[in-house]
């Protein structure tokens, strides 16, 4: 319970037990008023907070303030104090999702508040250019007088680099680039403790250069962006930096993947690149706290999409794809220790951070603030209208598929349904491989599907998951694991959560669910329409020509 409660029940108490006491009673009557007023400026100040963004890349649903709900997964086995006291301390949303599985489109959908359909060239990852027309909320920030900075990425890649956070002006690289090579770096160290130390004090000295630069009285907005989440992370990191035993992931990976030692370590050593995100988080939140400034500040921590080079992750709208974590903290501005459930889109984070500093929220956005949700004292569903999101990608990879072609897809999650509609399905959804659009002859050696993207698959990056699926993929008891990873997909892919919830029966031909499957896809046509979905308005072709598709744009 907030101090100001606490001390108003003791007032009351104090003032039962002294009542007859006319002077007495009167002060207290004063003092109640102050109490009161400091009790409700609290939660409702108009005073513009700092805002501070954790946005690690390519971090799927994984820490340790998931595992109670979800037990018998690998948030058992991570470690992440940092998000989890975040999530302690503010909110923890359970239903929170991108809009596009892909990195720039996603952060175009989050840094303008819109669909990723709605941001022209800032659609697709190869050849992505942003409008400088469309308004990003760190730009406005900037306008009203705030503070801006970022360290890392923001969005790329893309051109011009990072435009819609203003670019290289407002980079703040000085002490270092090379906490986003986390394990790479630690990994060749000879003391690698001390490399530890250094990457952490690399994340401390960026902030502080920040910081420096701030005008006094000026609220600011930081946007921390590792990388270190994304490939290519070394192998047996997880276990020799973290202690992370992949061993401890046995009986604990989504049933799409095969549980044999060679993913498991995959994957210990990608929750190792989380938990170094994690410790970078507890560097920032200390500084806050060393400079008085992190209970008005807006705490955010989230990531762009699933995990990398994993089947039905990255580049897929499934949950293992567009699913992620999500915790805000802001002092005592929102009640602490609760769980919502509400669905939540990252579009909608932009919205939230222009009312939070008290601005106007442009209508183009398409995002809705979620700021009802931060001020409410409830966990659970708390807004029933906020039951279900949209999600989609383009083009990711160019080269993936012939003709520089995207896989076109569009989503409505609900808490009891996934629907999805695929609008190529003669295409491949990771991209043509040999045997898979390509003649069996050419098939690249395990080495390089393990390290070039590009040697197959174009839309599932190099990893050792992917080579030992690509060995596997004759054997016949590995078929499934097969098709869940390359297979072609139906126009139109039907999953019962309830029943199903790592969607892996598609019922979209169940006779006795046609008409729910009739109702989410009306339902999400509408959406589509609503917001101008290229996909599904006038201008249907609009994806399938340059430059969002077709030879790739040279920026």
Request: with cysteine; glycine share 8%; proline share 8%.
């Amino acid at each position: 319970m907030p101090f100001f409660r606490k001390t108003f029940s003791h007032l009351i108490l104090d003032f039962h037990l002294s009542c007859h006491v006319l002077t007495i009673s009167l002060s207290l009557v004063g003092l109640f008023t102050a109490v009161s007023t400091l009790g409700a400026s609290t939660r409702s100040s108009s005073a513009r907070p700092n805002i501070l963004i954790a946005f690690a890349d390519d971090w799927g649903k994984y820490a340790g303030a998931y595992s109670q709900r979800n037990p018998g997964t690998p948030n058992d086995v991570i470690t992440t104090p940092h998000f989890d006291r975040i999530a302690s301390e503010g909110v923890l949303f359970h239903n929170a999702f991108v809009t596009a599985p892909s990195c720039t489109p996603c952060r175009s959908s989050l840094l303008s508040g819109q669909y990723f359909w709605r941001t022209g060239q800032g659609a697709i990852l190869q050849g992505a250019v942003w409008d400088s027309n469309i308004p990003s909320f760190p730009l406005l920030l900037n306008d009203s007088g705030y503070h801006i900075g970022h360290s890392y990425k923001v969005w790329i890649p893309g051109t011009p680099k990072n435009a819609p956070y203003g670019g290289e002006q407002f980079a703040y690289n000085r002490s270092g680039n090379r906490f986003s090579r986390f394990s790479q770096t630690v990994s060749a160290s000879s003391n690698p403790e001390a490399a530890k130390a250094a990457l952490l004090k690399e994340v401390s000295g960026n902030f502080g250069d920040f910081i420096s630069e701030r005008p006094d009285g000026a609220p600011f907005c930081y946007w921390f962006g590792p990388t270190n989440c994304h490939r290519k992370w070394t192998k047996g990191s997880g276990a020799a930096l973290w202690g992370i035993d992949p061993e401890s992931l046995k009986g604990k990976m989504p049933p799409f993947l095969p549980d044999v030692p060679e993913i498991r370590q995959d994957f210990a050593d990608y929750l190792g690149e989380v938990q170094a995100f994690d410790a970078a988080l507890g560097v920032l939140i200390r500084e806050l706290e060393r400079l008085g400034e992190l209970d008005n500040t807006l705490v955010l921590v989230s990531g762009d999409h699933g995990i990398p080079g994993f089947p039905r992750a990255k580049c897929n709208l499934y949950d293992f794809g567009v699913a992620v974590p999500l915790a805000i903290r802001w002092g005592n501005r929102i009640f602490p220790e609760r769980n919502v459930d509400d669905f939540v889109n990252l579009m909608d984070l932009a919205p939230t951070f222009l009312e939070a500093a008290s601005l106007t929220v442009p209508e183009i956005m398409t995002g809705k603030s979620i700021m009802p949700l931060l001020s409410s004292n409830q966990s659970g569903q708390i807004n029933q209208a906020r039951d279900f999101v949209v999600t989609g990608r383009e083009r990711h990879v160019a080269s993936a598929r012939p003709g520089e072609l995207p896989y076109p897809q569009r989503a409505i999650r609900t808490s009891d349904y996934l629907y999805i509609r695929n609008f190529h399905p003669e295409r491949w959804p990771m991209g043509i491989a040999p045997g898979f659009g390509l003649p069996e002859a050419q098939w690249p050696n395990e080495n390089v599907m393990e390290k070039n993207t590009f040697a197959a698959f174009g839309d599932f990056d190099a990893s050792p998951t992917k080579a030992f699926l690509g060995s596997m993929r004759h054997q016949p008891e590995m078929k499934a694991f097969i098709d869940f990873a390359f297979g072609r997909r139906p126009a139109e892919e039907l999953y019962d959560l309830r029943e199903d919830p790592h969607q892996l029966t598609n019922l979209a031909s169940d006779a006795t669910l046609q008409g729910i499957r009739a109702e989410l896809s009306d339902r999400l046509l509408q959406v589509l329409i609503e917001t101008n979905d290229p996909r599904v308005t006038e201008n249907i072709q609009r994806y399938e020509r340059p430059p969002y598709a077709g030879p790739l744009m040279k920026n």
